[in-house]
């Protein structure tokens, strides 16, 4: 190798790795910056005025933000859960059942929600449930009709990660099942449903970051004594933050770098373990 082509190597690789860190650098900094100042002691967020836990002391007794917060956790965790389950199922049809009857109708309605405004979803959904409401009586605006507003978002995220994972599947591990007896709900819940379940997983995190941070469908499907935190955090900003929503915003990236790391971890372990049953099961064959 010639000296040039040499330092054109060294310099290629200098360069993606400085892009690399600057990339990461850009997406992670505004966090970091957000958690160091949670334990500002200054009420400004351009003065350190020392550390403190004062913040987050008052975040205890903040009823708003706390009532605010569990409420979107238990949207989220709903609406990850169900989107998942649809999603699933959604998918399956798509790339499994090539033909039939609306198919091309059917993948428009999954795939609409990615490509239409949300502003157009919430006021939508708001007509529509508005219109539901004056004749049988419900749903009442809160936490139901947030919950179908998200879902009807994550659906569309969910079917589209897990059928990309499904079109991947060799089709012959589900042929060979069913050769040996097994009937279609066996097949899918003991063969295809461990393939694709890494693909479950990153769905329901998706779907669940989504819905915990929707502002605008929220805003749209919320009602009375149904706020959800992103929303508290959007009409505090309009009279000024104090340095309490950094503490309950330094919560949320707590509890969501634990679950990805869990469930990281927890799909590393299940994806060692198959590879594992499929050596062992190679040798013996």
């Not at 199922?89 to 033909?99: I, Q, S, T």
């Not at 959904?125 to 809160?142: D, T």
């Amino acid at each position: 190798m010639s000296r040039r082509a040499f330092f054109g190597t060294r310099f290629a690789a200098g360069f993606g790795k400085s892009w690399l860190f600057g990339g990461y650098l850009f997406l992670y900094l505004p966090m970091i910056s957000l958690v160091i100042y949670s334990f500002n002691k200054s009420p400004l967020p351009t003065n350190w005025g020392g550390f403190t836990l004062e913040w987050y002391e008052k975040l205890v007794h903040d009823s708003e933000i706390l009532s605010g917060l569990w409420l979107s956790f238990k949207i989220a965790f709903l609406s990850a859960c169900f989107s998942v389950v649809l999603g699933t199922l959604a998918a399956f049809a798509l790339v499994k059942y090539k033909r039939f009857f609306g198919r091309t109708l059917f993948s428009g309605m999954v795939n609409a929600p990615l490509v239409m405004p949300e502003v157009i979803q919430g006021l939508s959904l708001l007509l529509m449930l508005v219109a539901i409401q004056k004749a049988i009586g419900f749903p009442e605006r809160g936490l139901m009709t947030i919950l179908l507003g998200h879902l009807m978002m994550g659906l569309s995220y969910a079917s589209v990660v897990i059928a990309a994972r499904l079109q991947d599947l060799n089709p012959q591990l589900e042929e060979a099942a069913m050769d040996l007896g097994a009937k279609p709900w066996q097949v899918f819940y003991l063969v295809t449903l461990p393939m694709i379940s890494q693909s479950l997983v990153s769905a329901w995190l998706l779907t669940f970051s989504l819905s915990l941070d929707d502002v605008v469908v929220s805003a749209f499907l919320s009602g009375p004594g149904a706020t959800t935190m992103p929303l508290v955090i959007f009409s505090r900003a309009r009279l000024g933050l104090n340095p309490s929503v950094n503490a309950v915003a330094t919560v949320i990236i707590v509890v969501v770098a634990v679950c990805v790391t869990v469930a990281s971890i927890l799909v590393a372990r299940a994806e060692r373990r198959r590879a594992a049953e499929i050596s062992a099961a190679q040798r013996e064959s």
